[in-house]
């Protein structure tokens, strides 16, 4: 999994060792030297599982091939892309880089998966969205945008017969970004007129989906009077 070692994607490899994973590969920008990872992965092994962390950035091809061949891996059948780097702006201050500082992660490292995993026989391909894909966020744009292609990736591949499922999250109160960002936390708080997820009850409802694919979905609770 890309953004495996920390926040949401963390969660999800927890859950995952839960449910008898026998080995997770959590990739991440600084591997082993990303703090926590140690008390991570100790805690994924008490669980049962394997666990691999292997430093990778997912925009360069060759460090991603490099990972996905790394010794010692068992045959992947799953991939979840939860990578993601937030550069938060109102439209008029956003400029190249800022663009695609936050676009690069979601999009080619998304896309690069994608193509190197094709030939596999995969059991499942997993993209985290985000719910601002329908109902938009100020100063997101560039997040809205990279998610909104993750979307199209999975219309891509279920064309082309491919598994996959891209899960619209909407806002997560206890786990990931918006434990550090309460600003952003609360405008979507708002927009949606119901209180976050827990990491539990989304990690449940992953549980459905995954027994369920379908290429797009969004899991959010939300007052349907107060989305416009």
């Given at each position: 999994?890309?953004?495996?070692?920390?926040?949401?994607?963390?969660?999800t490899a927890r859950w995952l060792a839960a449910n008898g994973a026998g080995q997770l590969v959590l990739l991440g920008r600084r591997g082993a030297d990303t703090p926590g990872a140690e008390e991570a992965v100790t805690a994924l092994r008490e669980l049962g599982a394997q666990v691999v962390v292997i430093a990778c950035d997912v925009t360069d091809r060759d460090s991603l091939s490099t990972a996905l061949n790394h010794k010692g891996l068992l045959p992947i059948k799953g991939v979840f892309h939860a990578a993601m780097v937030i550069d938060d702006a109102l439209i008029s201050n956003l400029d190249v880089e800022r663009m695609r500082r936050v676009l690069a992660p979601k999009v080619k490292?998304?896309?690069l998966l994608h193509e190197l995993t094709r030939e596999l026989k995969l059991d499942y391909f997993m993209l985290y969205s985000s719910i601002t894909t329908y109902i938009g966020n100020p100063g997101q744009a560039n997040y809205v945008a990279g998610n909104a292609w993750l979307e199209g990736l999975a219309v891509l591949r279920r064309a082309q017969g491919l598994p996959v499922t891209c899960i619209g999250w909407g806002p997560?109160?206890?786990?990931?970004?918006?434990t550090r960002n309460q600003a952003v936390k609360g405008s979507?708080?708002?927009?949606?007129?119901?209180?976050p997820l827990s990491a539990a009850g989304a990690l449940h409802m992953l549980g459905r989906a995954l027994a369920v694919p379908q290429p797009n979905l969004a899991i959010a609770d939300l007052d349907r009077k107060s989305v416009v």
């Open positions: 999994g890309t953004g495996g070692i920390s926040g949401f994607g963390l969660e490292g998304a896309w997560i109160g206890d786990a990931g970004y918006l979507l708080t708002s927009r949606l007129g119901a209180e």
